[in-house]
C-alpha cells in the first residue's frame, strides 16, 4: 500500500506544469527508482514501476537528450526482461508493462529520426536508427515467443485475456512502429510473425474477448504486411486461406445469431463485433492480395471454381472490389 501511494503521488509530479530544469532533475531522480522496481522478482513492483515510467514519459518536457542517452540502454534491457518475466502473470500487468515498452520505443523512435542540432546533436545520435529498429525487433520476438506460449494453452488460466493484452499493447504499437520505417523494418521478424499472427486471426469464439484477439491479430497483420511487403508474396497463399477462413466462421455465427429463437444478454454486441470483425477481415485480404500476388489470388480463383456456395463467391467479390479501390487509391 506504501508502495502504491507513493508512486501515486510521483506520478503527480509529472503531470503538472513545472519549470523545465526542476522536471528535467525530477526525471533524472525518478529514473533510478523505475529501474529498480522493473528490475525487481516481483511482478506488482514490475508493473507499479511501468505506471511511473509511462507518467514520467508523458510528460514531454521529461524527454531530454540527456535521459535518452543517459537511461535509453538499461531502460531498453529491464523493459524487454520484465515483459518476459510476466508473460504469465496478470493480465493487467502485463498489459502495462508491454506499454511501457511500447511508448519507450516510439519516443526513441522519434528522436533518432529527427534532426537535431546544437548541443543535442550528440546526444541523439547515440540513439541511431539502425540499433533501435533492431531493439525493437528482439523485443517482438520475444512477444512472438510468449505468445506463441499461450496460444498453445488454449482458452485455459486467462491466456486468451493475455494475448489479447500483448497484442493491444505490445506487438500491435511496436509492429506499427517499424511499418512506418523505410526499407521495409520488419522484413527479418516476417516469418516469424505471421507464425504467431495467423492462429490468431481464427481463434475460436465469438464472445468479445474472443473478437478482441481476432480484430488485434488483423491489425497486427496488416502492419506486418505493409512493414515487410517484400516478402509476403512467398506467404500469400497461407494468409488468404487464414482470412477467407475467418470469413467463413464469420458468416456462420452472423446466421447463428440471425437464427437465434431468443435473444440473448449481449448479443447485439455479438452482432456488432462480428460485422466489425468481417469489415476488417475484407479490408486484410484486399491488402493480402496486394502484396501476396498470384498465391493469393490463387486461392480466391479455386475458391470461385471448386467451391459451390454463393457466400463464398459473394466474399471473393467484395476482396476483389476492395483491391480495386486499393490499387485506384495507389495511382
Not at 505468445?147 to 506487438?171: E, F, M, N, P
Request: aromatic share 4%; with cysteine; net charge neutral.
Amino acid at each position: 500500500m506504501c508502495l502504491s501511494s507513493a508512486a501515486i503521488l510521483l506520478s503527480a509530479v509529472f503531470n503538472g506544469r513545472c519549470d523545465i530544469e526542476l522536471t528535467d532533475k525530477a526525471c533524472l531522480d525518478t529514473i533510478p527508482i523505475v529501474l529498480s522496481l522493473l528490475d525487481d522478482t516481483t511482478p506488482f513492483n514490475q508493473g507499479v514501476g511501468a505506471l511511473i515510467f509511462i507518467a514520467v514519459m508523458s510528460d514531454e518536457t521529461a524527454r531530454t537528450p540527456l535521459l535518452l542517452e543517459r537511461f535509453h540502454i538499461t531502460l531498453t534491457h529491464s523493459l524487454r526482461s520484465a515483459v518476459q518475466l510476466c508473460g504469465r502473470e496478470d493480465a493487467t500487468i502485463l498489459a502495462v508493462l508491454c506499454l511501457a515498452q511500447s511508448k519507450w520505443f516510439e519516443i526513441l523512435s522519434r528522436q533518432s529520426l529527427s534532426r537535431v542540432k546544437g548541443p543535442a546533436r550528440e546526444a541523439n545520435d547515440a540513439i541511431s536508427a539502425d540499433g533501435m529498429c533492431n531493439s525493437i525487433r528482439e523485443a517482438l520476438a520475444h512477444l512472438f515467443d510468449a505468445v506463441r506460449k499461450q496460444t498453445h494453452a488454449g482458452r485455459h488460466d486467462g491466456s486468451d485475456i493475455r494475448i489479447g493484452a500483448a497484442l493491444v499493447t505490445g506487438i500491435n504499437p511496436l509492429l506499427n512502429l517499424l511499418a512506418e520505417l523505410p526499407q521495409a523494418a520488419s522484413t527479418e521478424i516476417g516469418r516469424a510473425g505471421l507464425a504467431t499472427i495467423l492462429p490468431l486471426v481464427t481463434w475460436p469464439g465469438m464472445s468479445l474477448e474472443s473478437r478482441s484477439i481476432q480484430i488485434s491479430a488483423l491489425c497486427a497483420l496488416l502492419s506486418l504486411m505493409k512493414g515487410a511487403h517484400p516478402i509476403m508474396n512467398r506467404h500469400g497463399t497461407k494468409i488468404m486461406i487464414e482470412l477467407f477462413a475467418l470469413l467463413h466462421r464469420l458468416d456462420n455465427d452472423s446466421k447463428f445469431l440471425n437464427e437465434a429463437l431468443t435473444t440473448k444478454l449481449g448479443q447485439a454486441d455479438d452482432e456488432v463485433s462480428t460485422a466489425v470483425t468481417r469489415q476488417l477481415c475484407l479490408y486484410a485480404a484486399a491488402v493480402a492480395l496486394v502484396v501476396g500476388g498470384r498465391r493469393a489470388e490463387g486461392v480466391l480463383n479455386h475458391v470461385k471454381l471448386e467451391n459451390r456456395s454463393d457466400a463464398h463467391v459473394h466474399r471473393c467479390g467484395e476482396i476483389r472490389n476492395l483491391f480495386a479501390n486499393l490499387m485506384r487509391a495507389s495511382d
